[in-house]
């Protein structure tokens, strides 16, 4: 499997023209959201289709007046597409309006587009998803996720109302941010937990709008993981999606001072959502501070919620500078390790392989960017306890 759950396929290019087209997730939508989440879902390892309603992308519009991430990302797409493009054995027909939309998929990639096709309904078929083209054309998928117009969806569904998945600002008086599966930067200090994503008796389908280009890449990862497992979005594996993005370098917890160039941004972001350590909230934006050295009284609680034996520890070392040698000592007890091998091991990563710019120096008082990766590396937090659907600790 590649990364954690997901596997890539490579066979050799077969077009075909089908009366039903067959894929995994169809992401429906024109907007940032769409090209987010279904290029998600295609890296994470599922064939994916994107139906849009409008041409082929052009970079330079794209560009205008975007973030050089969101350009680069859809760089990145286009390059994708191109090279799928070229695959196909026989070239893409010109899109006329006049004539009945003909689409041309090669069934064997992983990614697909199908640009300006408008569908005229959507419904459900079995477990799965259809829909329709034109009357004799249609796309079969296991999940759907929606970046567009729900109106044709809702009348599917028989309901009245849809709402997208929204954002919670991150505050600690409750832990659901150990839900997040995204940043939501653009509204400050926000996060998108997993369970906002899913839709309460629907399995299989998610909508986002069609601007959360943050959110995307979260609904293409859920729905990557329902198609590989054959199973229903209620039943995601949050531990597992958030690992998947996190791979992906997709930030989980809005911490403005931490990006995901600096060597230690996994895991200052895996520490981060176990809420061991806290960010600092200013004016509704998230600093993590990584370079404040850490106090005995903000890591205390924290450790004793995640591990038993941690309460016997500080019941025994009461407050205590938080040095490398009695963190070493915690970890050590904790996780029942060797004392000397793990200083042994800390000597000789802490420059090399961590790229922290201090010594080694078991008197020195520890940062919260060097405390977060030696309970990362020691202890493995956020990769070994799992959490709830409110983010509460499962012991």
């Not at 497992?229 to 370098?249: H, P, V």
Request: hydrophobic share 40%; proline share 4%.
């Amino acid at each position: 499997m590649k990364r954690l759950f997901f596997v890539f396929a490579f066979i050799i290019p077969l077009v075909i023209h089908a009366q039903t087209l067959k894929t995994d997730v169809l992401v429906i939508g024109s907007g940032d959201a769409a090209y987010a989440a279904s290029f998600q879902s295609f890296k994470s390892g599922v064939k994916t289709i994107l139906l849009t309603q409008k041409e082929q992308l052009d970079l330079k519009k794209v560009s205008e007046g975007r973030p050089k991430t969101a350009e680069a990302f859809y760089q990145n797409f286009l390059k994708r597409e191109i090279e799928n493009a070229k695959s196909l054995e026989a070239p893409k027909p010109k899109p006329d309006k006049k004539k009945p939309v003909k689409v041309t998929v090669d069934s064997t990639q992983l990614l697909n587009v199908i640009n300006n096709a408008p569908y005229i309904e959507i419904k459900r078929s079995g477990s799965s998803w259809e829909v329709k083209l034109t009357k004799d054309k249609s796309i079969r998928a296991k999940v759907l996720v929606m970046a567009d117009n729900p109106e044709k969806l809702m009348t599917a569904l028989k309901i009245t109302g849809l709402n997208p998945a929204t954002s919670n600002q991150l505050n600690y008086s409750e832990n659901l941010y150990r839900t997040t599966v995204a940043s939501v930067s653009s509204k400050g200090s926000n996060f998108l937990s997993l369970y906002s994503l899913l839709i309460p008796n629907q399995e299989n389908l998610l909508y986002i709008s069609a601007d959360q280009f943050e959110i995307g890449p979260a609904a293409g990862a859920i729905a990557a993981y329902a198609a590989f497992f054959d199973t229903k979005t209620s039943l995601s594996n949050l531990k597992r999606i958030q690992g998947e993005l996190l791979a992906y370098k997709h930030t989980l917890m809005p911490f403005e001072d931490v990006k995901a160039i600096d060597s230690n941004w996994l895991a200052i972001q895996k520490v981060g959502i176990t809420g061991i350590i806290k960010a600092e909230i200013k004016q509704d934006k998230a600093y993590f501070n990584p370079e404040k050295e850490v106090t005995y009284d903000e890591i205390k609680q924290p450790i004793k919620d995640y591990y038993y034996k941690a309460q016997i520890w500080f019941d025994d070392h009461q407050n205590i500078p938080i040095n490398l040698e009695n963190t070493t000592a915690m970890v050590c007890y904790v996780g029942n390790k060797s004392v000397e091998a793990i200083k042994t091991d800390l000597q000789k990563k802490w420059n090399k392989n961590y790229k922290f710019t201090s010594k080694y120096d078991l008197k020195k008082v520890l940062t919260r960017r060097e405390f977060a990766v030696i309970i990362n590396e020691y202890l493995k937090p956020f990769d070994d306890v799992n959490v709830d659907k409110t983010g509460g600790v499962i012991r």
